[in-house]
C-alpha cells in the first residue's frame, strides 16, 4: 500500500502532460528514491533539465534511454571532491557523480573561483567551501602570492613555496588576535561571495591552529547558518592523550554551543565508531551533523601532513613506510629516510598512504546510519604535478584510484555484504543532500531524488554488475567502472553506453551573493564586556592573558 500511494503522487499529471514528448525518456528502469523509499519499474520523462514524469504511461522523448533491467537513482553527490579540474571530472562522472564540491578544504577568491568555473564550463555539478588553509597562509605567508583563485589543484605548489623560508607558517604559526581576525576576515568574503561553508584542515595544521582559531572559524561560518566541515586535527592518532576522537569532540561542541551545521571529513580511522555515536546522539536531538567515509584501505595526501611523521605513523601506530607509504608517480613504496628527504624537497607531492586497520571497519561504515560516501578524490595530476587535460587517455593519470571508483567499489561492497541497495543509494546521494539542504541551500533541496519536479541529476547502472576496475597499480588508476552505463545531469546524458561525452552541463551549487559580509572581530575589551562584570578598560595587546594565543 505504501509503494502504491506513492505511485500515485509520482503520476498525478494531466492528460496533455503524460502524453507530451520530453527532451529525454528513461524507460523500463527500476526508479528508487531514497527520499520516498519509491522503488518501482516505470518511464522517467525529463523536461527543460527536470523530472516531468514518473509513471507506467508510455511516453516519448527526443531522446530515449532503454533501462530495464537498470536502475535509475539520484546522481551520486560528493561532498569531498578536490578533482574539479576538467580530467578530474572526467574521471569522477565516470563513476556516476553528478555533483563534485570540495567541501574539506574548498578554494580562495571564492568569487574568482566561480566566476571562472562559469566561463570555462563544467562537466559535472560544482561547489566550494572557503579554504581556511588559504586563509592562514595569506596572513601568515605573506611571501606567498595568492592573487587569484586557488583550489587544491593549484595550492600545492603554493604549499611548497610557504615552506622555502623553513617554515610554513599557515601550519604552524599560532595567530595572535589580529591575526586571526584578518584570516576570519578572509574567509567572512569568501562567505558572502557564496561559499558552502569553511574547510578546516586541521590535522595539516594542528600545531598552528589555535582552539579559539578554530572556533571563530566555526563562528565565522554559523553567522550566515553554514556548515564547517573539519579534517580534525588528531586524524589517525590511537595515542592517549591525543587520540583522534578528541577532534571531532572539539568541533562537535563547537557546532553544537553555536547551534551550527558540521561536516566531519574522512571518518574512516582510529576512533570513528565513537565520533558516529556522538554524532548519531546529536542528530537525535536536531543537530545537523554527519561524517563522511570512502572504502578503501588506504588515503592519499600531501606528505607533509602530520599524521605521516614517525612520531605518529611509526611509533604510534607501528606502520612501516617501507610497507605502507607509496608514490603513485614512482611507482614505489619510500624507505624511512627517502620518505623524510621528499618531506623537505616537495611538501606537497601526493603519496598513497595504506591503512591495514581499516579492512576490519569497512563493512561497518557500509551499515552505520547518517555516514554518507564521499571519494576524497585527487586532481589529474601526471608524474610530474601537472594537471592533465580533458580528453586524456586515463591510464596516464598517476594518482589514488578513489576518484574514479569510490561509489562503484561502495555499490559492489555493499551487494557482497547483503546491504539494502535503497540504504546504500543514500549513502551515496540523498543524506548529502538533505545535510546540505538543511543549512538552506536551495541546489540540494533539489537534488539526491529521483521526484516529479526535481533537477534531472540521475545515475543509472546495473545493480547486479557494477564493479571498479580502478586499482593501484600504475596505468590502472583511473579506469571507468563496469555496469554504469548512463549519468545524466540537468537532463543532459553526460555518460552514454559508459562512454563520458563532451557535454557541459554543470551547474553552479553556491549561496546567492550578499551586499555586505558579516564578520564581527574579536577584541578582548569586547571579550571583558561581553562575558565578564564591572571590568574596566583593559589594554588590547598580545600580552594580555585573555585571546593571547601564543
Keep these: 500500500m505504501k509503494f502504491q500511494s506513492l505511485f500515485l503522487a509520482f503520476t498525478i499529471c494531466t492528460p496533455a502532460i503524460c502524453t507530451a514528448d520530453y527532451d529525454l525518456v528513461i524507460n523500463n528502469g527500476r526508479v528508487m528514491d531514497p527520499e520516498t523509499l519509491y522503488d518501482n519499474i516505470a518511464n522517467v520523462g525529463i523536461k ?41 571530472q572526467q574521471i569522477g562522472v565516470a563513476d556516476g557523480i553528478t555533483t563534485g564540491m570540495d567541501l574539506e578544504h574548498g578554494a580562495i577568491h571564492v568569487n574568482q573561483w566561480y566566476d571562472k568555473k562559469a566561463e570555462e564550463g563544467q562537466l559535472m555539478n560544482y561547489g566550494t567551501t572557503a579554504i581556511m588553509i588559504g586563509a592562514r597562509m595569506a596572513v601568515h605567508d605573506p611571501e606567498v602570492q595568492l592573487d587569484g583563485p586557488y583550489d587544491i589543484s593549484t595550492i600545492l605548489g603554493k604549499v611548497n613555496e610557504s615552506a622555502k623560508d623553513g617554515t610554513m607558517g599557515w601550519a604552524v604559526t599560532p595567530s595572535n588576535v589580529d591575526q586571526m581576525n584578518q584570516v576570519m576576515k578572509i574567509l567572512d568574503e569568501d562567505l558572502r561571495a557564496g561559499a558552502l561553508g569553511i574547510g578546516v584542515g586541521a590535522a595539516y595544521m594542528a600545531k598552528g ?60 580511522d582510529y576512533g570513528w565508531w565513537e565520533n558516529q555515536e556522538k554524532l548519531q546522539l546529536a542528530r537525535a536531538q536536531g543537530f545537523n551533523v554527519w561524517g563522511e567515509y570512502y572504502p578503501f584501505t588506504a588515503g592519499s595526501t600531501a606528505i607533509a601532513a602530520d599524521f605521516l611523521k614517525p612520531e605518529l605513523w611509526e611509533k604510534a601506530n607501528g606502520n612501516k613506510y617501507e610497507e605502507t607509504m607509496y608514490d603513485p608517480a614512482m611507482d614505489k613504496f619510500y624507505t624511512k629516510q627517502e620518505y623524510l628527504d621528499m618531506v623537505t624537497k616537495e ?17 561497518m561504515w557500509l551499515r552505520t546510519p547518517g555516514m554518507t560516501v564521499a571519494s576524497d578524490g585527487m586532481p589529474g595530476f601526471d608524474s610530474k604535478g601537472n594537471l592533465l587535460p580533458a580528453g586524456t587517455d586515463v591510464r596516464k593519470y598517476q594518482g589514488h584510484p578513489r576518484v574514479a571508483a569510490t ?13 539494502p541497495l535503497m ?17 538552506g541551500l536551495q541546489a540540494m533541496k533539489e537534488r539526491g531524488r529521483v521526484q516529479v519536479g ?23 588508476n583511473a579506469l571507468p567502472p563496469i555496469g554504469l552505463p548512463y549519468v545524466v545531469i ?20 553556491r549561496f546567492p551573493v550578499e551586499e555586505k559580509g558579516r564578520f564581527e572581530p574579536v577584541t578582548v575589551n569586547g571579550w571583558y564586556g561581553e562575558h565578564t562584570i564591572n571590568v574596566p578598560k583593559v589594554h588590547d595587546t598580545e600580552d594580555n592573558p585573555v585571546l593571547k594565543h601564543r
Excluded at 535509475?72 to 561532498?79: C, E, L, R, Y
Excluded at 526535481?454 to 590502472?476: N, S
Design 48 to 88: 527543460d533539465g527536470r523530472i516531468a514524469a514518473i509513471t507506467k504511461d508510455t511516453i516519448k522523448g527526443k531522446e530515449t534511454i532503454n533501462a530495464k533491467g537498470l536502475v535509475v537513482a539520484p546522481g551520486f553527490i560528493d561532498t569531498h571532491f578536490h578533482a574539479t579540474d576538467p580530467f578530474g
Design 454 to 476: 526535481k533537477i534531472a541529476d540521475l545515475t543509472i547502472f546495473d545493480p547486479d554488475k557494477i564493479a571498479p576496475r580502478a586499482t593501484y597499480k600504475k596505468g590502472e
Design 347 to 363: 611538501p606537497g607531492r601526493l603519496v598513497i598512504a595504506f591503512a591495514p586497520k581499516r579492512k576490519a571497519w569497512l563493512p
Design 407 to 419: 561509489y562503484s567499489t561502495t555499490l559492489e561492497l555493499a551487494r557482497q555484504e547483503g546491504v
Design 423 to 439: 540504504f546504500t543509494l543514500a549513502q551515496l546521494s540523498y543524506t548529502s543532500a538533505k545535510h546540505l539542504g538543511d543549512t
Design 209 to 268: 591552529l589555535t582552539t579559539y582559531e578554530q572556533f571563530e572559524a566555526q563562528r565565522t561560518a554559523a553567522r550566515y547558518g553554514r556548515f564547517t566541515s573539519a579534517h580534525t586535527r588528531f586524524h589517525m592518532n590511537g595515542v592517549t592523550p591525543t587520540e583522534a576522537p578528541i577532534g571531532v569532540s572539539e568541533i562537535l561542541a563547537n557546532a553544537m554551543t553555536l547551534r551550527a551545521p558540521l561536516l566531519v571529513c574522512h571518518d574512516n
Design 490 to 509: 540537468g537532463g543532459k546524458i553526460v555518460v552514454k553506453n559508459s562512454v563520458v561525452q563532451k557535454v557541459k552541463a554543470g551547474q553552479s551549487i
